[in-house]
């Protein structure tokens, strides 16, 4: 079965400094790969998508995501984390157009000042 | 419109009750998606539709869930004699055809609370 897998459950940065989220997927053939971010009380919005084509995205907010099929991983980036970053994120597939998201559980961001 | 609406925003109802949600997709989008989101943060899905029609049901516990999405209504969730793990919340999606994009915009979500 399809699966998506954030090995993450919680992540502290400080301010300013780097991260990484990570993501690898379980599917026989390279599905459409999405994060979201969900804040507190909130929907969830997009950050960035990968279809096909350059493998390095760059999406909203500062963030980027390099997709590597031989790792079948998908991770996060973003050089410099502001406090309002502090959110759930969550990376997810589609296997093929018009088909549901499979999620990973999510991975929560705390930015320590 | 040009976000997924979704009412109402808070629903409480005692075990056993009814509960019927709504939600009006993007103007335009063809695909309309329902996600439950339980005390873990975890998305299942539930059901989904090409238009009005059923495109794909397999997360959906049909003994007690039922969904509709009717030419210009807004489309609905409805729970038959909720119990306490329905406590969730559901949140709905919307794309546009096929070819046309592939992102689900999501909704703020409905907060059902059963006591």
């Known amino acids: 079965a399809q699966s998506v897998t954030q090995p993450d459950i919680h992540i502290t940065v400080s301010e300013g400094a780097s991260l990484e989220l990570r993501c690898n997927y379980s599917?026989?053939?390279?599905?459409?790969l999405f994060w979201y971010v969900q804040s507190p009380g909130q929907g969830l919005q997009l950050l960035l998508k990968?279809?096909?084509?350059?493998?390095l995205v760059q999406g909203i907010k500062g963030f980027e995501a390099e997709f590597k099929r031989s790792q079948s991983s998908f991770n996060l980036r973003k050089p410099s984390v502001h406090w309002s970053d502090a959110a759930e994120y969550f990376c997810?597939?589609?296997?093929?157009?018009?088909?549901?998201?499979?999620f990973g559980a999510g991975t929560i961001l705390r930015v320590k000042s | 419109g040009e976000e997924v609406a979704q009412t109402p925003k808070h629903l409480v109802r005692g075990e056993g009750q009814k509960a019927k949600l709504y939600c009006a997709p993007i103007?335009?989008?063809?695909?309309v998606f329902w996600y439950q989101q339980v005390l873990k943060n975890e998305f299942k899905f539930l059901i989904s539709?090409?238009?009005?029609?059923?495109?794909?049901e397999t997360g959906m516990p049909k003994e007690r869930f039922s969904a509709k999405c009717l030419p210009n209504s807004p489309c609905s969730l409805e729970i038959q004699a909720t119990k306490l793990e329905d406590s969730a919340v559901y949140f709905c999606?919307?794309?546009?055809?096929?070819?046309?994009?592939?992102?689900?915009?999501f909704g703020a979500g409905t907060r059902l609370s059963v006591l």
């Open positions: 997810a597939i589609i296997m093929e157009y018009g088909n549901k998201l499979v």
């Open positions: 599917y026989g053939a390279t599905p459409y």
């Open positions: 103007k335009g989008h063809s695909y």
């Open positions: 999606a919307s794309s546009l055809p096929v070819g046309q994009g592939d992102i689900q915009y």
């Open positions: 990968y279809f096909s084509g350059d493998t």
């Open positions: 539709f090409q238009n009005e029609n059923v495109f794909d």
